[in-house]
């Protein structure tokens, strides 16, 4: 029975620490033990963490500002340009006929390609300004800070322990090995100095 020592302590660390890891998410709602109550730590702080989180994102990792002058670069504009420029071929050249077949008797192909590069002068020089102005009244109205914070306090403790040890599930395990192992360290040693 006394060589089993050091078996026993590495079940024990293995154990505790199993224990350690689940008590990060479970129990999800508090309960109460011998007048103490329980909860997860996780389920329990979720609403720090969500804050904590949501200011961590908006100052740090997810400014406004770098999204809007990602927005308003002239190559990201650049990239809209053949969309538009398609729209108002069809526009000038099936649209407009049907509703005004007229058009078609008097004005040519050569004056149509007039019209649509006019167009597409004054959308050049409209769109950055229009652009820019719909990102500074998007910034005005869009909180980062509070939209992070709130999908993250409304997240189900299932959800959240989900995402967290599909991302920790090794790390998880590795502690709970690490436990297991000096556990049985500790019990070696027990065993050691039981002979001194």
Do not use: C
């Not at 990239?79 to 108002?88: K, M, Q, T």
């Not at 019209?115 to 020089?125: A, N, P, V």
């Not at 909180?143 to 790390?171: G, P, Q, R």
């Amino acid at each position: 029975m006394f060589w089993l020592q050091p078996f026993i302590a590495a079940f024990t660390g293995w154990f505790t620490t199993w224990i350690a890891i689940f008590m990060l998410f479970h129990p999800r709602k508090p309960k109460r033990f011998l007048g103490i109550t329980i909860q997860g730590i996780f389920p329990k702080r979720q609403k720090q963490f969500a804050a904590k989180l949501g200011g961590v994102v908006a100052n740090e990792l997810l400014h406004f500002n770098e999204i809007a002058t990602h927005i308003k670069d002239p190559a990201q504009l650049a990239s809209v340009r053949p969309s538009i420029e398609e729209h108002i071929d069809s526009f000038l050249n099936v649209k407009l006929k049907e509703k005004l077949p007229v058009i078609s008797m008097f004005v040519g192909e050569g004056t149509l390609q007039k019209i649509k590069e006019g167009l597409m002068e004054e959308i050049d020089l409209l769109l950055p300004e229009v652009i820019g102005n719909y990102v500074n009244n998007l910034s005005s109205k869009i909180d980062i800070e509070k939209m992070v914070t709130d999908k993250v306090a409304n997240f189900s403790s299932d959800k959240l322990e989900d995402v967290l040890e599909s991302v920790m599930s090794k790390e998880f395990r590795f502690i709970e090995v690490i436990g297991g192992v000096l556990g049985f360290v500790i019990g070696l040693i027990q065993m050691g100095l039981s002979f001194i």
